[in-house]
Structures are given as structure tokens and as C-alpha cells.
């Protein structure tokens, strides 16, 4: 299929129609051209929600549960989303709010100094043996570092530290900012220099919850369990102080950090065990060109961040995460250098997927060598880390794609000497790197020129980046709902949907979760063509809805329903107030809604048929097309279903007439069922009786059968007469006998055997008024070889309770032991006759036991084989187990009634109310 899929919604007017759901008023609020007006069935937030409250204001709303200590997210007016980094941290979080960062340090209750709010716990020594720095993490993580001797109670100005003579002429400097610290010996004199304690420096270490580990850079870093770096220092430096500060701004610390033109020297470091040590450069303090003081700054210890400088003066040093304004550009006082500083920006993961509508970095510039505008230039680098240095760091491949420029002077009397922030575009750079899925996204700045002395400048290391993004609205759960059909991707899987007006439906998903208004395109293709049959946009809801079209919008002023048995295509894409969506894919379906014609039904089962009988039916379609079938079973509507073209199934008639109707409807792969259905009638008789004994002679020792297939009943000595159920009190009632057992060998039984077939459909049914006997005992059973084929009785009976536990029983037919249709203990009063049915299902192999005219107990008889048939002597008041006379029956039994086939309730149930 080929689409026009960019051309606009408005050059459409030749397509088709399709008029997929109730046509609303024209008044308007879809997307694209105006659209009629419908109204949602999806429930309206009752809370405003953040984009609601800044569309209503025109202000942009923050979202506080995206708040960190270095990032804020905001809602803007127009739906999109604005997300605000800094690279050093802003804010630190206190009894639960957060609050702004200061360094100011001030002494706490245990005595130590502290900093007033900063991203990191750090506390100071007021002096003494214990501690020099404490540092905590959010975690829990500990890192502890000792001077190797007694302090002198720290000088304490503003965010500044200074314990004097820690050694003769050596004072310790400490400046803290609200993430990290620096730490410097400040070496007065050449004799200083020359004590054997500031040959090799080592400090005492205390680590907790981290290790502790050396970078490649010659730096540290302090490891949490998860091998996060938590706590960072770059190479430790020592410099001395011949610069002649006059590429600098006004006040400049050398105790922050060096000067341009003072003489810098790496230092090595060494972590091991409880400690960690710095082997200052002798050569520097021999060397006669030194000016003293001497600055030795052991690493800088804070935070683990992401920023760098690399100096071609010393081209194969690291310089990372440095802290003080540091220079970018050219400058030619001795010695010269030539700077360039990179910035690492953590991406948030919910940015992922989004479209980077703009981004800035911002960096604020505090020093220019001139007021003469000079332009500086951002790059998009690759990842660097804390071993790059001029070598490796200042080439093309490095160096990737040029961003944008800015050309600005600040930081100086006549262009404000306060500094300023310069802002650079670089929405290209971030875009590819949210497109990427990457985790961080890097930035050089460097000088356009890097052979101009005016165009040096210095820059805090408290760069900013903003970006922002919108989600674009996802597509998901793509089908029909009217009818159900699937979305079928692939042409060669199509549905076929049985109406020539089908309902596409989807549900939009936004992951800005800011409850946005979003809607749906959707277009219709006749598979070879490249214009849309039809197209139609839905109303606006939140996310997470369900989408139906409403009035399509365009066509030629008629209905053109789609045609019988061509394929289509149909496709959506979402609409968030500010972007589109893709078209998703094409979903392929065939329309028919042509009705197959009626199928005809066949008996699979010869006649006659019975009651309870199972009975196999075949459907006989007469349509190419039918994949299954409906049925109904002496019913008008159909309630089953039967799969295959021509399927048969099997039912149990329950009722008997010559007018016991099958229906079948034949369904096609579109879902069309016939009009009408196709039907047959037939004749159910009732189960055949081949055996009845009323026992109503009184007298003598044989009682006949009524059911004429003449099988008396040969009564045993010990069995006695006795007043029957009589429905009718006498003397006014019909005579109503019963025969008395007392257990032991008092039965009844026929002269022939094989009455009935058990491996086929049968009933057995019989009135009972038990005595008190509590052992398992049989009213009726037919023998097979050394036990019995079927038992009809009692389980057990509790005379205490007056309870029984009726049951029918076989055995089981794949080994030992028998398979039980039982009741629960129910109620038997003295002198109660209770009428009991067993029922044999052969082809849904069941058995069914009824006490009176309520079915009590239903089980299947498991396994494959036939049951045992019966081939032997019929039985009442005793079985046979083991090859042996047992379960003597204690009581009285009359009305016994055998079928060849499977009674339904309504039979049991005249039965057990029959008049006696």
C-alpha cells in the first residue's frame, strides 16, 4: 500500500465517508478542522491538575515530586514541560522542605563546625586530635580523614577555616563550599618546605559504608555499595605564587586555587588501608625561581559531580571537578596557558522519548581580559572523565559538533564587573542524546579564537541547562469495538468484521502525566489505494481513555458504507495540543457482512431415542465460509456453541414427546450467523422399565413383576410382610405392602440374572425405611463374578443422630476399590420411608444419586474402561463382596424399579410422590 501520510487534512476532500457512530451538532472542539461535538464518557478529574492550573494562569507550575537537589521540573502555560539543572547543587532537603544552600560555617552543639545548609554533611574540627573532616552521604555513607596532630583552634571567617602553624610556617586553609571543601598548606618559607613532614603528607582515614579506591587520573573516589561514587577528589597540586595575577580578576585567593602564571606541579597520592598520603614535588620547592608561599591542596573532597579542565601548558594533567572560577581561552603571561572546560549534565529518565522542543546551558562568566565582546563557542563533546587532559581531550574526536556561539564581555569595571550569565543554545545536542536513551549529555566551552589574549575569560563552575521537552502521546490497545476484532498488523492475518460500519478504537497513553487534553486521527484505506476512504478525529480527553472516532469530516456528501470481501486498512495517530504522534501502522481487516444461508441437522445416534439417553448430533452447513455454529436444544435461542465447519454435539434429553427440537445457526470467519435457523425434530421416549416389584401381595414367598419381563422375586425364610408407604391412610387406601428385612441372610432375589446391561445407560430406584443398624448396608445390587455390579443403600447411618449416608456405588472400572455417588449425613426419622434413585450416565460417564426428589450427589467415574456389567442374580437386602453373601440390609423395602436407561428429575420426581 502507498500513502500520502504528510498531505494536509484539508486537501482531503474527495474521501469517502463513514459514518461509524451517532453524528453529534458541527459545533467543534476535535482536532484538526472543526469537528463535531461529543460528548466524553470517560469521568473529568475533579482536582485541578498541574497543566490545568498553568493554562488557567499563564504561569508555569512546578512539580514538586520531580524536585531534586540539583533539578526542578515545571508545566508551562502551553502543555509543555520545562526541566531546570544545575551542576552543582541548589538546595538540600530539611524536615522534609527544601531549602536554599549556604557555607556560611558556624560551630554546632558537639563542637564541630559546620556549614549552614549543604548538599553534603560536612563537619570541621574546632581543633584538638580528633577528626579533621567528617563527610556523610544521604545513605549512610562515612568518610573521615585526621591531620597527623594535634590542631590548633581554627580562625573562622565566613565559609573559611585556617588553623595556623599546623607546622612552623605551614598553615592548613580550608574553604568550604555547599557540596564540597578544599584543603591547602599554605608554606611560608624555603626552610618550611624542607621539614621532613612535608616530604610525604598523610592523612588518617576512616571509611564507613564505602571504599575507597584510586582513579586513573591520580585522583580518588569513595564507592557506596552499589559502586557509586559518592565522594570524589581530583590529582592533588601544589603551586607557587610567581604569577602575576593581572589575567585575573581583583581578590583573587591563591589559597582557592592558582593563578595564572604560578608554577603548577601534580602531586602523587596513595590510598591504603586507614589512610591516604601526597608526595609533594621537591624539585618545585628547590627550584630558585620558586616565590614563595608555597600551596600544596591535597584532593578536593565533596560530592561526586562531572566537570573539567584541560590547560595545553600542562598538557597531560587532569584537572577535574574544580571548584574556584576557572580560566577558558588563551592568556601569555609566564607561563601561558590555553584553557578549555567541559560540564556534565545528568538527564532526567523521565525526559526519555520526549521531543526536545528548545534547551540552554548557561554558564556565568566572571572575569573577561577586556570589555571587548569576544565570542565564545559551545560543543557537544564526547563522555570524558577524570583522567582527560589536553592530550586526550582537545582533538576533533572529541570535539564533535559545533552548538552555537555567544560574544559577550563581563566581569570587569565598565561591562559588569559583578559577571553575568551567557546563555547558549543547544537543543540539537540534548535531542540526540534523549533520542539515544543516554544517561548524561556533554558540553565544552572554549574560546572561538584560542590565540586572542582578550578573548580569556573565567567561569564558575555552576553551569545551568534547561530543556524543554513534550511527550509525544503513544497509541496501544489498537482493535474494533464494534465488533470485537483484533488489530492485525500483518495483511495475510486479517479479521473479517461482519458490519459495513465498524468502530476503530484505541487508548492514549501520555508519559508527561500531567493530565493533558489529548485526541485521535484516524483514517480508513482501501488496501491498493493512497487515499483514505474515510477519516474522522475523536473528542479530547485525559490520557489513558479509550478513543472512537465521531462525525467524520470530509467527504463527497454521501455515505459509502465499505464494500463485501475487499481487504482495508486502518490506521491512528494522537494529538496532544502540541505535537502529533506517527501514524501507527496499518491494522488490515476484510469486511462481510453477507449471512451465511440455514445449515441442516443430522442424527449421528440411530433411534430410538430415550430420556437421559446421550445422543450425538451433526451440523451441516451450506455456506463455503462457516467456521462454527450455534445451537439450541428444544429451545428458540441459541445457547451453545460448536466449533469446526461441520461439528457435531452431544446433549441428554430431559423430557420426553414426539416434539423435542435441535436449532443450528452457522456462523461464518466474519462473525455473521444465519437468519434463521436450520431445525430438527424427534421423538424421546422415556426410559424403558424391565423391571417393577410392588411387593403389595402380603403373603407368600415370591412377588411378581409388574413390568412385564417376568422376574420374580424369590423371597428368603426370615423375610416377613409388612405395612408399606401408603399414600392414603387405611382402611380408606388400596392395600400397600413392604418386605421386612432384619439383616444377617434374610433377602430377596430374582431366579434370572443380567436384568439389565450396567455397561449401558441405567436407573435403579427403590423405597426405603431403614432400622437402626450402623453398618454399610445394600437395598438393591446385581451380582458379576464375586461382587457386585452396581449397590443402591446405605453407606452408614448414626442412630444417635438419626442420620444416614445414602449412596451408589460401582466398582471402579481401571482397578480396586469403587467409585461413590454419596450424600452427606442427612436426617432420617423412626419409621420415615425415603425414596432413593441411581442413575448411570454411560456416555457422559456419571453417576447421579437422588434422595426423594433431590439430587444429592453427582461424580464422574473416571478412567477409560467400561464399567462392570452385571451378568448375575438382582438382589434386594444384601450384595455380594469378595465372592460372599454381605451389607445385609435391617428394615423395611418395597416399590423397586429398574430401567434400561437414564431416568431425568422429572420422572424421579413423579416417583417419589406416586400414590401408593
Known amino acids: 500500500m502507498t500513502t500520502n501520510a504528510t498531505r494536509s487534512r484539508q486537501t482531503r476532500t474527495a474521501s469517502g465517508v463513514l459514518a461509524i457512530a451517532v453524528l ?5 472542539a476535535g482536532i ?19 497543566s490545568a492550573r498553568a493554562a488557567k494562569t499563564g504561569q508555569r507550575v512546578e512539580l514538586p515530586d520531580r524536585t531534586t537537589e540539583l533539578s526542578q521540573t515545571f508545566v508551562n502555560p502551553n502543555g509543555t514541560f520545562t526541566y531546570e539543572q544545575s551542576i552543582m547543587p541548589v538546595r538540600t532537603k530539611r524536615d522534609g522542605k527544601w531549602i536554599g544552600l549556604d557555607a556560611t560555617l558556624e560551630r554546632s552543639a558537639d563542637g564541630m563546625i559546620r556549614p549552614r545548609a549543604a548538599s553534603v554533611q560536612m563537619a570541621f574540627s574546632a581543633g584538638g586530635s580528633g577528626p579533621l573532616v567528617a563527610m556523610k552521604d544521604a545513605d549512610g555513607g562515612e568518610l573521615k580523614f585526621s591531620w597527623p596532630g594535634e590542631l590548633p ?13 599546623v607546622l612552623p610556617d605551614v598553615d592548613l586553609k580550608i574553604t568550604v563550599s555547599t557540596s564540597s571543601f578544599t584543603e591547602v598548606l599554605v608554606v611560608h618559607t624555603p626552610e618550611a618546605a624542607d621539614l621532613p613532614a612535608l616530604r610525604k603528607i598523610t592523612f588518617g582515614m576512616h571509611a564507613n559504608g564505602v571504599a575507597m579506591r584510586k582513579t586513573r587520573s591520580g585522583g580518588f573516589e569513595a564507592l557506596d555499595r552499589f559502586g557509586r561514587a559518592i565522594f570524589s577528589g581530583p590529582q592533588p597540586t601544589m603551586w607557587d605564587s610567581r604569577g602575576s595575577g593581572r589575567s585575573e580578576p581583583a581578590g583573587s585567593d591563591r589559597a582557592e586555587a592558582p593563578l595564572e602564571g604560578d608554577e603548577v606541579r601534580p602531586m602523587p597520592l596513595d590510598v591504603a588501608g586507614k589512610s591516604i598520603s601526597i608526595t609533594p614535588s621537591a624539585s618545585l620547592a628547590d627550584d630558585p625561581k620558586t616565590v614563595y608561599p608555597i600551596y600544596i591542596d591535597p584532593p578536593a573532597q565533596g560530592a561526586a559531580s562531572g566537570r573539567a579542565m584541560i590547560n595545553e601548558r600542562y598538557a597531560g594533567t587532569s584537572t577535574w571537578n574544580w571548584t574556584n572560577p576557572e580560566g577558558m581561552g588563551y592568556q601569555s603571561f609566564e607561563p601561558w596557558s590555553r584553557k578549555r572546560l567541559f560540564y556534565q549534565f545528568l538527564l532526567p529518565t523521565n525526559i526519555y522519548g520526549a521531543k526536545i522542543k528548545a534547551a540552554t546551558m548557561s554558564v556565568f562568566e566572571t572575569f573577561a581580559a577586556s570589555c571587548t565582546p569576544k565570542t565564545v563557542q559551545v560543543w557537544k563533546t564526547i563522555k570524558f572523565s577524570d583522567g582527560i587532559t589536553w592530550n586526550n581531550g582537545s582533538g576533533s574526536a572529541v570535539w564533535q559538533k559545533h552548538l552555537s556561539s555567544a560574544t559577550v564581555a563581563h566581569g570587569r569595571d565598565g561591562c559588569e564587573p559583578g559577571g553575568s550569565w551567557v546563555t547558549f543554545p543547544v537543543g540539537s545536542a540534548v535531542g540526540d542524546q534523549v533520542g539515544a536513551g543516554a544517561r548524561y ?22 553551569a ?21 476484532a483484533p488489530c492485525a498488523s500483518n495483511i495475510a492475518d486479517y479479521p473479517i468484521v461482519p458490519t459495513r460500519y465498524p468502530i476503530p478504537e484505541v487508548v492514549i497513553n501520555d508519559n508527561d502525566q500531567a493530565n493533558q487534553s489529548v485526541a485521535v486521527d484516524f483514517e480508513v484505506y482501501l488496501t491498493g489505494t493512497t487515499e483514505p476512504v474515510w477519516g474522522s478525529n475523536s473528542v479530547k480527553k485525559v490520557p489513558g481513555s479509550r478513543f472512537t472516532p465521531q462525525l467524520v469530516l470530509w467527504n463527497r456528501g454521501e455515505n459509502v458504507p465499505l464494500l463485501n470481501n475487499k481487504v482495508y486498512a486502518w490506521r491512528a495517530r494522537a494529538w496532544d495540543g502540541i505535537d502529533y504522534s506517527a501514524w501507527t501502522s496499518y491494522c488490515y481487516f476484510m469486511m462481510d457482512s453477507s449471512k451465511p444461508a440455514s445449515p441442516t441437522i443430522e442424527m449421528v445416534t440411530p433411534g430410538p431415542y430415550r430420556v437421559g439417553q446421550t445422543l450425538t448430533a451433526k451440523i451441516v452447513p451450506h455456506a463455503s465460509d462457516v467456521v462454527s455454529s450455534k445451537y439450541a436444544l428444544n429451545d428458540d435461542a441459541p445457547g451453545h456453541n460448536a466449533s469446526g465447519a461441520s461439528p457435531t454435539f452431544t446433549f441428554v434429553p430431559d423430557v420426553f414427546g414426539p416434539g423435542y427440537t435441535l436449532r443450528a445457526w452457522s456462523v461464518d470467519n466474519a462473525g455473521n450467523a444465519s437468519s434463521y435457523p436450520g431445525s430438527l425434530s424427534i421423538n424421546i421416549e422415556n426410559a424403558t422399565e424391565i423391571g417393577r416389584w410392588a411387593m403389595d401381595e402380603g403373603s407368600g414367598n415370591t412377588t411378581a413383576d409388574l413390568s412385564g419381563k417376568n422376574h420374580p422375586l424369590v423371597i428368603a425364610t426370615g423375610v416377613t410382610w409388612s405395612n408399606g408407604n401408603k399414600w392414603l391412610p387405611a382402611p380408606t387406601g388400596p392395600n400397600d405392602f413392604a418386605l421386612k428385612f432384619s439383616g444377617n441372610s434374610t433377602t430377596a432375589q430374582t431366579g434370572a440374572g443380567n436384568i439389565v446391561n450396567t455397561r449401558q445407560n441405567y436407573s435403579v430406584t427403590a423405597r426405603v425405611r431403614p432400622g437402626t443398624q450402623t453398618a454399610r448396608q445394600v437395598v ?3 451380582d458379576s463374578p464375586g461382587q457386585s455390579a452396581f449397590t443402591l443403600g446405605i453407606l452408614s447411618y448414626d442412630a444417635v443422630a438419626e442420620q444416614a449416608i445414602w449412596g451408589f456405588t460401582v466398582p471402579d472400572p481401571d482397578g480396586s476399590g469403587e467409585i461413590q455417588a454419596k450424600s452427606t449425613p442427612m436426617s432420617v426419622d423412626p419409621g420415615e420411608w425415603v425414596h432413593l ?3 448411570y450416565d454411560a456416555g457422559s460417564r456419571t453417576m447421579r444419586l437422588y434422595v426423594d426428589d433431590i439430587l444429592v450427589a453427582t461424580v464422574p467415574v473416571p478412567g477409560t474402561l467400561p464399567t462392570i456389567d452385571g451378568n448375575a442374580a438382582f438382589r434386594i437386602g444384601h450384595g ?3 465372592n460372599a453373601y454381605a451389607r445385609y440390609f435391617t428394615g423395611d423395602i418395597e416399590d423397586v424399579r429398574i430401567y434400561a436407561g437414564a431416568i431425568d428429575h422429572s420422572v424421579v420426581n413423579t416417583l417419589q410422590g406416586e400414590p401408593k
Request: glycine share 4%; no cysteine.
Open 24 to 28: 453529534a451538532s458541527l459545533a467543534g
Open 32 to 50: 484538526g478542522p472543526a469537528a463535531a461535538k461529543e460528548t466524553a464518557k470517560d469521568p473529568v478529574p475533579k482536582v485541578e491538575t498541574p
Open 153 to 165: 583552634k581554627p580562625d573562622v571567617k565566613a565559609d573559611t577555616l585556617t588553623y595556623r602553624s
Open 441 to 462: 549529555v556533554y558540553f565544552g566551552l572554549r574560546a572561538a579564537d584560542e590565540t586572542d589574549e582578550l578573548a580569556w575569560k573565567r567561569w564558575r563552575n555552576d
Open 464 to 484: 545551568r541547562l534547561s530543556i524543554d521537552y513534550n511527550h509525544l502521546p503513544s497509541i496501544s490497545n489498537r482493535k474494533f469495538t464494534e465488533p470485537e
Open 780 to 782: 438393591v445390587s446385581e
Open 837 to 839: 434413585s441411581g442413575i
Open 880 to 882: 455380594m463382596l469378595n
